[in-house]
Nanobody, 132 residues
Framework: QVQLVESGGGLVQPGGSLRLSCAAS????????IGWFRQAPGKEREDISC????????YYADSMEGRFAISKDGAKNTVYLQMNNLQSEDTGVYYC?????????????????????????WGQGTPVTVSS
């Protein structure tokens, strides 16, 4: 059974930081493109960043680059999202997702992020609230 389990969300003050984790079981992430997405209250889901489990190639949505950083730990089968200088507009539920794309390069990583993992697996999400 495939599971993606997000953790690390919570309440943080504006300007603060959080590191989200996405731990996978039932699959080996080095054959997947793994991404972080979020959905704010009353808004559509948006992509944040995706990474190739194969070579670590990463893609960031334009508005996310600079404050957010995606990384992976193959030994732990886990992908992380470091979020810095969080603002109220970053409030939402953060999801990780994975789509089977062995040997994915950056153009494939970007495609998965923009389209969303159509045939992939999703976690249940972890809420992030940025408030003073």
């Amino acid at each position: 059974q495939v599971q993606l389990v997000e953790s690390g969300g919570g309440l943080v003050q504006p300007g603060g930081s959080l590191r989200l984790s996405c731990a996978a079981s039932g699959i080996t992430l080095d054959q997947y493109v793994i991404g972080w997405f979020r959905q704010a209250p009353g808004k559509e889901r948006e992509d944040i960043s995706c990474i190739s489990g194969s070579d670590g190639s990463a893609y960031y949505a334009d508005s996310m680059e600079g404050r957010f950083a995606i990384s992976k730990d193959g030994a732990k089968n886990t992908v992380y999202l470091q979020m810095n200088n969080l603002q109220s507009e970053d409030t939402g539920v953060y999801y990780c997702a994975a789509e089977f794309k062995p040997g994915a390069k950056r153009n494939t990583v970007q495609s998965v992020c923009l389209l969303g993992p159509i045939k992939g697996f999703w976690g249940q999400g972890t809420p992030v609230t940025v408030s003073s």
